[in-house]
Nanobody, 121 residues
Framework: QVQLVESGGGLVQAGDSLRLSCLFS????????TGWFRQAPGKEREFVAS????????SYSESVKGRFTISRDMAKNTMYLQMVSLKPEDTAVYYC??????????????WGQGTQVTVSS
């Protein structure tokens, strides 16, 4: 079975850094776009960042641009999200996901279980 497993979340103070990891297993995602999404309590899921697996083209939401960096280690089938200058507004459950680039992310077929990031003031 295809699995995506996030790790690296935790409780930090504003201004701190965290690195999230997403391990892919069960299949390769060479033709897919992979990315990070987050959902805060009472809010809808939102896009954070994405990277095309083969080419490495990246995209970021305006709210995280300049603070977060998405990357991947193809040999390890692992995607990362380096988060710096964290703000309380970044508090959310962070999910990694993968799917064909031509599909809306709302119907991407593969999602992880999420990892909690909490940023205190």
């Amino acid at each position: 079975q295809v699995q995506l497993v996030e790790s690296g979340g935790g409780l930090v103070q504003a201004g701190d850094s965290l690195r999230l990891s997403c391990l892919f297993s069960g299949r390769t995602f060479g033709s897919y776009v992979t990315g990070w999404f987050r959902q805060a309590p009472g809010k809808e899921r939102e896009f954070v960042a994405s990277i095309s697996w083969n080419v490495g083209r990246t995209s970021y939401s305006e709210s995280v641009k300049g603070r977060f960096t998405i990357s991947r280690d193809m040999a390890k089938n692992t995607m990362y999200l380096q988060m710096v200058s964290l703000k309380p507004e970044d508090t959310a459950v962070y999910y990694c996901a993968a799917g064909p680039g031509y599909l809306s992310t709302s119907v991407w077929p593969y999602w992880g279980q999420g990892t909690q990031v909490t940023v205190s003031s």
